[in-house]
């Protein structure tokens, strides 16, 4: 007796589509730097220190004219706007080639109320990094452990 394997699957290309979507991470936008719009967000870093929070934000290819950086009460917005033209054509209207980009992001995050330094808020881009440092107020400074006497 030899034993034989019977494939009952009428359509094993759509069975197999299936299982190829639904095992992949397409769905797990916790996971992935994407969009429910499939364009990318920039990634960030924040760091809270006893006197500021430290906030880094990678996005190359801008320039820091891009960038609008906006306090509103606690909420900090950071939102970026990018178009860039190549023309690779000759001086008249016949296009052989011309390419444009354009790209725009905003990310909000809400910081601790009444801790932020407004006036005193540093930003900065370099090397494709946007860099801000958000000051805290200095009643809302962690201060260290205190000894206290016993009576």
């Known amino acids: 007796m030899s034993l034989m394997k019977r494939n009952n699957d009428y359509f094993p290309t759509l069975s197999g589509m299936f299982d190829d979507l639904f095992n992949r991470d397409m769905f797990n936008w916790g ?14 870093n924040i760091k809270e220190t006893p006197e500021n929070f430290e906030v880094e934000m ?18 900090l917005t950071i939102s970026a706007e990018h178009q860039q033209q190549t023309n690779n054509a000759g001086n ?5 080639r011309r390419e444009f980009s354009y790209q725009a992001f905003q990310r909000t995050f809400v910081l601790p109320k ?17 860099k801000l440092v958000v000051p ?4 809302a400074k962690k201060r260290g452990p205190r000894l206290i006497n016993i009576s």
């Open 58 to 75: 990678a996005a190359p290819g801008m320039r820091k004219e891009n960038f609008k950086v906006q306090l509103e009460g606690n909420t």
């Open 31 to 44: 996971q992935s730097n994407f969009s429910s719009t499939n364009t990318t967000i920039p990634a960030v």
């Open 92 to 96: 008249d209207e016949k296009y052989t």
């Open 114 to 130: 009444d801790v932020v330094d407004e006036e005193n808020i540093q930003a900065r881009y370099e090397n494709g990094v946007l």
């Open 136 to 139: 805290k107020r200095e009643e």
